[in-house]
């Protein structure tokens, strides 16, 4: 299966192509605040400079947040412009599921049994995912939600994960003690993780996501 999947969700956006489980190609960017990559223009340029037309993509693949508000809208609208002429499918991931799966595969000899991805919500809250490590797969075992920074003390013990660590670290200060560290891990979710784990579960999930109306994970109505 040749795919091609985008992460927009953290200011490191990413590009990767898969074919049969090779990774072809993978290009990173560096996105300024409140900004958005040219995608469509990327997108053309990683597709050109590795000979792979649109027609030949069998599977488009994103993830979805929580993240960055312009660059989720830009990837979605991206993707499913370019699925649309050939009803290509698109399979979308959780960005927390993407980030939890790359800890583990980089962590797999002194992981955790359990874990939180977690990242900076806005309007004095956290969104968070508690996972299960199961030799070396991420299950999560709770939903995507949220955490107002007052109630931090009640995962202040957790192994915590994010894209946003030093923020994270932060926003957490003003309720530890000073001498308290906290077990946090930085990690940015990759666009070439969500190609891989499209390849690995599309065929098994291909039922829930029959179709292409892909929507984002936002935890605030947009204002």
Not at 46 to 68: D, F, K, R, W
Not at 125 to 147: A, C, T, V
Request: with cysteine; net charge neutral.
């Amino acid at each position: 299966m040749l795919i091609l999947a985008v992460e927009c969700s953290t200011k490191i956006a990413s590009l990767a192509i898969l074919h049969h489980k090779k990774l072809v190609a993978f290009e990173k960017y560096e996105v300024p605040v409140g900004k958005s990559i040219n995608l469509p223009l990327a997108v053309k340029e990683i597709l050109a400079n590795n000979t792979v037309l649109p027609c030949e993509i069998e599977l488009y693949a994103l993830s979805i947040g929580p993240g960055s508000y312009s660059g989720l809208r830009a990837a979605i609208a991206t993707v499913s412009g370019l699925a649309l002429p050939a009803k290509t499918p698109i399979f979308s991931i959780p960005t927390p599921d993407v980030i939890a799966y790359q800890y583990l595969q980089k962590h797999s000899c002194n992981s955790p049994l359990e874990f939180i991805v977690i990242g900076d919500a806005r309007r004095m809250q956290f969104w968070y995912r508690s996972y299960r490590n199961e030799n070396g797969i991420p299950i999560p075992i709770s939903d995507i939600g949220l955490l107002k920074y007052s109630e931090c003390l009640n995962v202040i013990h957790s192994h915590l994960v994010s894209s946003e660590k030093e923020k994270i670290v932060d926003l957490f200060k003003p309720y530890l003690l000073s001498s308290y560290t906290l077990k946090a891990e930085s990690e940015y979710p990759l666009a070439a993780t969500v190609a891989i784990i499209a390849e690995n579960c599309y065929k098994k999930e291909v039922s829930t996501q029959e179709s292409n109306v892909v929507l984002p994970i936002y935890m605030h109505p947009a204002i």
